[in-house]
């Protein structure tokens, strides 16, 4: 999870011009730049600001790659985001991708080779496990994940990282 206050050299500002604006890279090819969405960090070393942009003071670095965050608000190329302990701050769109994941946030998940209960058990995932969300149909109460080498599917309600009726395809 993050290290609060790490101490960390920041990026200067990259100034805009009438350059063309590149593509958001947290937000899946073709996809409506619709809020709140998703999104996944993309490497070990990701600052959270207090505020958008460079000048602003880091309160937390995050150290956990593909740790889902949902994207509440855009200024420019910064994104206000929601981590899955509440905590809320800036990060710049190029620290973030458009890959799903999810994490088992409140109890240990069974991974179920089928969409069903009764299904055969995959694997257990315990609390703070992150894995891969492959698909999740808007009127199921399950998804298709992939933690690990292990696949299989866990109801919406033992991940974080999907919104309640939301659709994710692959």
Partial sequence: MPVPGAAAEAPPEVGGGNTKKPPDPEKPEGAAARLPRFASLRSDDVNMRVGPGTRYRIEWVYRR?????????????????????????????????????????????????????TAAAVAVLKVGVIGRIRSCEAASDWCNVQAGSYRGYLRRQQLWGVLPGEAVTP
């Fill in 65 to 117: 790659r593909d740790l889902p965050v949902e994207i509440e608000r855009e200024y420019d190329v910064w994104r206000w985001v929601c981590d899955p302990d509440g905590v809320h701050g800036w990060v710049h769109q190029a620290t973030l991708m458009g890959r799903r994941s999810f994490i088992v946030k409140n109890a240990d998940a069974m991974l179920r080779s089928d969409a069903s209960d």
